[in-house]
Nanobody, 118 residues
Framework: QVQVEESGGGLVQAGGSLRLSCAVSGRGFSFHFMGWYRQAPGKQRELVAGLTSSGTRSYADSVKGRFTISRDNAQNTVSLQMSSLKPEDTAVYYC????????????WGQGTQVTVSS
């Protein structure tokens, strides 16, 4: 059974930094895509940053230059280093992992709260 465990959320002042980590266990192969989404109250869930197994990165325009995503394909872990945080970064952050095989596998974490105070 695949499990997705997130850690690293919390409360930080504007301009501060946080690091989110996610470990996906229970699957013997690396995922095609691993990334982070976020959802603020009253807003749709949006992709923050993603990284494919081949190394292609994608970032939301609002976080470019401030957030950095990294992953360990062998360990099926993904991290998000967030710097220069702004109050508008406040949201629940979700880890996502997508595997491509006979079927598309799509796994989500429970979410971790990030709150940036002004």
């Amino acid at each position: 059974q695949v499990q997705v465990e997130e850690s690293g959320g919390g409360l930080v002042q504007a301009g501060g930094s946080l690091r989110l980590s996610c470990a996906v266990s229970g699957r013997g192969f690396s995922f095609h895509f691993m990334g982070w989404y976020r959802q603020a109250p009253g807003k749709q869930r949006e992709l923050v940053a993603g990284l494919t197994s081949s190394g292609t990165r994608s970032y939301a325009d609002s976080v470019k230059g401030r957030f950095t995503i990294s992953r360990d394909n062998a360990q099926n872990t993904v991290s998000l280093q967030m710097s220069s945080l702004k109050p508008e970064d406040t949201a629940v952050y979700y880890c996502n992992a997508v595997g491509l095989g006979v079927l598309i596998e799509d796994y989500w974490g429970q979410g971790t709260q990030v709150t940036v105070s002004s």
